[in-house]
């Protein structure tokens, strides 16, 4: 709601013009528009900040560079808070003192929880936006080192093919571990391009039919030959596998995998 007081500052007298109903009479002593307001309001927060706006504002008369204004908020007896902006208009000015003015009142409440609300947010956003970063720089070293290890095999198998270029069967080897390995790649930067959707909470497992015996295969011709240039034996037996076909998201198993194999290559001596 809203509400128009007319201010004789001079008299120290005011008149409530608006129509609905106030904690006050309708016309009176200006201190006790102040008081009985204050203890309308008998919770209110900032009672002392209300007097000084009426002290300073309208009964020292000065006329100032800006409108002035406060907000204040009181609890009502159900818990629930009210906000009030109030402020003063000069409109009868001579020689730079005020004689005559409009006090207005505006219930902000629904304004004010939308503020206190987004201000809540952006607080917790803060807080834990310190986390969410380091917790993406976590993400991306451990990516980035995932993402290297089939690189060098797509690099390093593209050498030896190189090297055995008059050799057809030996280049057709080589080129089906680099075709793995590059599935391998593409895997893992899809996952990286995935970080939008996995932090929105929108990420879905894609479950269809993958063999189990190429998915052990491919890890094992990526990361045997990682093993092996830190002088590690890696490997793989795939034998008296009942059911070799299941529905999997093999991208998910797939960086699973690697980061066990990956983290047992890293931290296992030659």
């Known amino acids: 709601g809203r509400a128009m007081i007319f201010v004789d500052a001079e008299k120290g007298t005011f008149e409530d013009l608006s129509s609905i109903t106030m904690p006050f009479p309708k016309k009176g002593i200006l201190d006790n528009l102040v008081e009985g307001f204050i203890q309308f309001n008998d919770d209110m927060q900032n009672g002392d900040d209300f007097r000084m706006f009426f002290n300073v504002t309208i009964k020292e008369r000065k006329v100032l560079t800006y409108i002035p204004s406060v907000v204040f908020c009181s609890t009502k007896p159900d818990g629930k808070k009210e906000y009030i902006a109030m402020v003063y208009i000069p409109v009868d000015v001579k020689k730079n003192v005020v004689y005559k003015g409009i006090i207005l ?128 034996k890696f490997t793989a037996t795939i034998a008296n596998v009942e059911h070799r076909f299941v529905s999997v998201d093999s991208d998910r198993i797939n960086q699973i995998m690697a980061n066990i194999i990956g983290n047992a290559i890293k931290y296992t001596l030659e």
């Open 105 to 232: 009142f505006r219930n902000i409440t629904t304004e004010k929880s939308k503020e206190l609300e987004a201000n809540r947010k952006l607080s917790q956003a803060l807080a834990t936006a310190p986390e969410a970063s380091n917790a993406k720089t976590t993400f991306l070293f451990n990516m980035s080192h995932d993402i290297r290890t089939p690189m060098n095999a797509v690099t390093g198998f593209t050498a030896m093919a190189k090297k055995h270029i008059d050799e057809p069967e030996m280049v057709k080897e080589y080129l089906e571990k680099i075709d793995i390995a590059g599935k391998q790649l593409l895997s893992l930067v899809n996952q990286v391009l995935e970080m939008s959707r996995i932090e929105s909470g929108k990420i879905v497992l894609k479950e269809q039919k993958s063999d189990i015996g190429n998915v052990i295969t491919a890890l094992m011709t990526t990361y045997g030959t990682h093993a092996e240039s830190k002088g590690i």
